[in-house]
């Protein structure tokens, strides 16, 4: 009688998440990924991370960019542990992304279209021109990774008729125009515009217009602990994917003690909105105004919302408000000439393209509103 085939549980295990039991490090910039997103990969294979080299680490990662030719202090310390006895894994950035199932620079460059090969490729592009493209729904990128955008075959000619129009005196501004046109029919399909949502960061409640938050069953209201929930999610909301969930939890503490503090509202809405959990959004954006409508926050982030919606009059009409509430919010004037574009009123737009040139000189879309406002 055959014998019966035994799994052994910690060999199944290590197959399901090849990283459990390691303490990993990284040293160097990584090309295929952020550093937060490796961190939360290796979490997710049942490893763990930490920020320096010592005796418990098993597993240094070496990025590919941004490392110098000398070796860091991470690698020489890891090679003086090895030397003393306590083996650590030394792996090269390709080696990490085959084990954790995450494909390397070099495979997407074979499979893909870099923006690094697109701009030397066509040279009268700028990288803003494409981002602006991709902001637009004319292009679309399928990859992103921590050092370089990747597009497929399909946008090729698109990029390619671009740069052809502008070798032929046309300039930038109107070549945009003629392929967001070209394009109308298909805005219905936009993604998302990719607009970082204004953030409340501290409570400021004039008493002149402080609504009124309901009573608890005992007749009772919290609003300092509330406000101190509000503080500790403001704590864990810098940014960090992985802080998110407790970011939340604690604005919606904030929320069960004050239904009516509005900035807990505007901060939580950001947090479903990063998410892509859009109705959540939208309905706390809505219930912040309603309450508030005061805070030209919930008015910028609301027309974010319209605009990945495809609903560009609502957009328009939602940035036009955050604008009288607060006109030097340059973020609000670039948006605003986006969403006028793409709906075809350059004349309307112009102006706050002008407006983004003198509220941000220094702004990640300058030469473009220069271009535009021309």
Same mark, same amino acid.
């Given at each position: 009688?055959?014998?019966?085939?035994?799994?052994?549980?910690?060999?199944? !295990?290590?197959?399901?998440?090849?990283?459990?039991?390691?303490?990993?490090?990284?040293?160097?910039?990584?090309?295929?990924?952020? +550093?937060?997103?490796?961190?939360?990969?290796?979490?997710?294979?049942?490893?763990?991370?930490?920020?320096?080299?010592?005796?418990?680490?098993?597993?240094?990662?070496?990025?590919?960019?941004?490392?110098?030719? *000398?070796?860091?202090?991470?690698?020489?310390?890891?090679?003086?542990?090895?030397?003393?006895?306590?083996?650590?894994?030394?792996?090269?950035?390709?080696?990490?992304?085959?084990?954790?199932?995450?494909?390397?620079?070099?495979?997407?460059?074979?499979? %893909?279209?870099?923006?690094?090969?697109?701009?030397?490729?066509?040279?009268?592009?700028?990288?803003?021109?494409?981002?602006? #493209?991709?902001?637009?729904?004319?292009?679309?990128?399928?990859?992103?990774?921590?050092?370089?955008?990747? =597009?497929?075959?399909?946008?090729? !000619?698109?990029?390619?008729?671009?740069?052809?129009?502008?070798?032929?005196?046309?300039?930038? +501004?109107?070549? $945009?125009?003629?392929?967001?046109?070209?394009?109308?029919?298909?805005?219905?399909?936009?993604?998302?515009?990719?607009?970082?949502?204004?953030?409340? #960061?501290?409570?400021?409640?004039?008493?002149?217009?402080?609504?009124?938050?309901?009573?608890?069953?005992?007749?009772?209201?919290?609003?300092?602990? !509330?406000?101190?929930?509000?503080?500790?999610?403001? !704590?864990?909301?810098?940014?960090?994917?992985?802080?998110?969930?407790?970011? $939340? *939890?604690?604005?919606?503490?904030?929320?069960?003690?004050?239904?009516?503090?509005? *900035?807990?509202?505007?901060?939580?809405?950001?947090?479903?909105?990063?998410?892509?959990?859009?109705?959540? $959004?939208?309905?706390?954006?809505? +219930?912040?105004?309603?309450?508030?409508?005061?805070?030209?926050?919930?008015?910028?982030?609301?027309?974010?919302?319209?605009?990945?919606?495809?609903?560009?009059?609502?957009?328009?009409?939602? %940035? +036009?408000?955050?604008?009288?509430?607060?006109?030097? %919010?340059?973020?609000?004037? =670039? %948006?605003?000439?986006?969403? =006028?574009?793409?709906?075809?009123?350059?004349?309307?737009?112009?102006?706050?393209?002008?407006?983004?040139?003198?509220? $941000?000189?220094?702004?990640?879309?300058?030469?473009?509103?220069?271009?535009?406002?021309?």
């Amino acid at each position: 009688m055959p014998g019966r085939r035994t799994v052994n549980r910690s060999t199944a !295990a290590a197959e399901a998440l090849p990283l459990a039991g390691q303490l990993v490090v990284f040293t160097g910039k990584l090309s295929s990924l952020g +550093r937060r997103d490796a961190r939360a990969l290796v979490a997710r294979l049942g490893g763990e991370t930490a920020d320096d080299v010592n005796a418990k680490t098993t597993m240094l990662v070496i990025g590919d960019e941004g490392l110098a030719t *000398a070796k860091s202090n991470k690698l020489k310390r890891a090679e003086e542990l090895g030397a003393e006895g306590t083996p650590i894994r030394i792996v090269p950035e390709e080696e990490f992304c085959r084990l954790v199932g995450v494909p390397t620079v070099q495979t997407l460059r074979q499979q %893909y279209h870099s923006t690094r090969d697109l701009l030397a490729r066509y040279r009268l592009l700028r990288e803003d021109h494409l981002r602006y #493209l991709v902001k637009c729904g004319v292009i679309q990128p399928v990859v992103r990774t921590n050092a370089d955008t990747f =597009f497929a075959f399909g946008d090729m !000619a698109i990029i390619k008729q671009a740069n052809d129009d502008m070798a032929s005196q046309a300039s930038f +501004r109107a070549v $945009a125009r003629n392929l967001i046109a070209s394009r109308h029919g298909q805005l219905a399909f936009d993604f998302r515009l990719e607009a970082a949502p204004a953030k409340i #960061l501290t409570l400021q409640r004039p008493a002149d217009r402080q609504p009124a938050a309901p009573r608890d069953e005992e007749g009772q209201r919290d609003t300092a602990l !509330a406000e101190q929930y509000f503080r500790m999610g403001s !704590a864990f909301d810098d940014g960090d994917e992985l802080k998110l969930e407790q970011a $939340a *939890a604690a604005y919606r503490k904030a929320l069960e003690l004050d239904p009516c503090l509005v *900035a807990g509202l505007i901060n939580l809405a950001n947090v479903h909105y990063s998410r892509d959990e859009v109705v959540e $959004a939208q309905a706390l954006y809505e +219930r912040a105004i309603g309450l508030e409508p005061e805070f030209f926050e919930a008015h910028f982030n609301l027309g974010n919302i319209y605009h990945d919606l495809g609903n560009f009059d609502e957009a328009q009409s939602c %940035y +036009r408000e955050a604008l009288r509430l607060n006109p030097q %919010y340059a973020d609000a004037h =670039f %948006y605003l000439a986006v969403t =006028f574009e793409k709906m075809g009123q350059s004349q309307e737009a112009r102006p706050h393209w002008k407006a983004y040139r003198e509220l $941000a000189p220094h702004g990640e879309w300058v030469e473009l509103a220069k271009e535009f406002s021309e």
